[in-house]
C-alpha cells in the first residue's frame, strides 16, 4: 500500500504543475521549481531536469539517510518526473491567482500523501535533512530559506508577479502539507520487546536517530524485555512503525507528543 500511495501522490503533484503551476509561469517549491525554471527557459523537459537535479541527492541520500526513506523518495522522483514528461502541459484555469491557489493546494495534498507513505518529493527534503545532520539547524528553516531562493530567480528572471504568485503557491502547498501530514511535531517512543538488541540493530540501520536501550521486567509475566526509548519527528513515523512491526509485531508501543528535546536529538556520525 505504500507504493501505491507514493505512486498515486506523485501522480498528483506532476498533474498540479502541468495543469495549473507551469502554464501561467507559477512556480513550485524546492528543486521541484528549479526544475520548472529551466523547463520554462530551455528545451529541456521539465521531468528530465527534475531527475537529473535529484539524481546526485538522491545517491548521497542513500548513503547517508535511511534506506527506506530514500528508496521511496526515489519512487517518488521517477513518477514525477515521468508524470512532468508525460502529462501535457494544459491550462486548465485562466485566472492566474486561482491557478496558484489550487495549484498549490493539490501539490500540497500530493506531497501530503507522499510523506504519509514515509517519502518524500526528493530535492530540497534531502538537502536540509544532510545539512541538519551536519549544522544542527531546524529543518523548517532551511526549506524556507532555499525556498526563498526560488522565487527570488522567479522574480529576476520573469517578472515580479510571477515572483509574488510562485510566493501564494508555495505558502498554500505548505499549509495544505501541515494539514495532512506536519513532519515538525516531535514524538517519544517507548518500545517494549523481546527482542531488543535485533530491534536496536534494525532501527540504527535505518532510522536517522539515537536510541536507548533500557532494561525491564513484565509486570504480570516477570520475563526480562528490553525498552527501547528514542525521539523522532513525525515525518518518520510511519516508516517506525514499519520498522517495529518487522521485526516484532507483538512489541508494545507507546507513542507521546514531545514538547521540547534538550540535548543531542541526532545520532552521531563517526
Given amino acids: 500500500m505504500q507504493f501505491l ?5 506523485s501522480f498528483i503533484v506532476a498533474a498540479a504543475f502541468n495543469l495549473f503551476l507551469i502554464p501561467h509561469e507559477t512556480m513550485s517549491s524546492g528543486l521541484s521549481g528549479v526544475s520548472m525554471i529551466i523547463g520554462i527557459l530551455t528545451p529541456l523537459n521539465t521531468g528530465i531536469a527534475n531527475f537529473l537535479l535529484n539524481l546526485p541527492l538522491l545517491v ?4 547517508k539517510l535511511g534506506r527506506r526513506f530514500i528508496c521511496n523518495t526515489i519512487l517518488s522522483v521517477l513518477v514525477v ?8 502541459v494544459i491550462e486548465i484555469a485562466h485566472d492566474i491567482i486561482l491557478s496558484s491557489i ?3 493546494a493539490i501539490t500540497g495534498f500530493g506531497i501530503g500523501v507522499i510523506l504519509r507513505c514515509s517519502g518524500s518529493s526528493g530535492g530540497f527534503d534531502i538537502i536540509s535533512m544532510l545539512l541538519a545532520r551536519k549544522m544542527d539547524f531546524p529543518i523548517g528553516t532551511m526549506l ?16 515580479w508577479d510571477s515572483a509574488l504568485y510562485t510566493m501564494v503557491s508555495i505558502f498554500v502547498t505548505g499549509k495544505v502539507v501541515d494539514a495532512i501530514y506536519t513532519h515538525h511535531v516531535k514524538l517519544t517512543l517507548m518500545i517494549i520487546t523481546e527482542k531488543g538488541e535485533e530491534m536496536r540493530q534494525h532501527l540504527l540501520d535505518n532510522v536517522y536517530r539515537g536510541l536507548t536501550v533500557l532494561d525491564g521486567i513484565g509486570g504480570y509475566s516477570n520475563q526480562k524485555r528490553n525498552v527501547l526509548m528514542t525521539v523522532i519527528t513525525r515525518y518518520q513515523l510511519g516508516e517506525v512503525k514499519n520498522l517495529i512491526t518487522e521485526v516484532d509485531p507483538a512489541a508494545f508501543v507507546n507513542i507521546t507528543e514531545t514538547v521540547e528535546v534538550i540535548g543531542l536529538f541526532h545520532k552521531t556520525t563517526q
Fill in 60 to 63: 548521497i541520500g542513500y548513503l
Fill in 102 to 104: 489550487f495549484g498549490g
Fill in 81 to 88: 518526473s515521468l508524470g512532468l514528461y508525460f502529462i501535457p
Fill in 144 to 159: 524556507s530559506a532555499m525556498n526563498a531562493i526560488v522565487i527570488l530567480i522567479s522574480g529576476f528572471l520573469f517578472d
Fill in 5 to 9: 500511495g507514493i505512486i498515486f501522490g
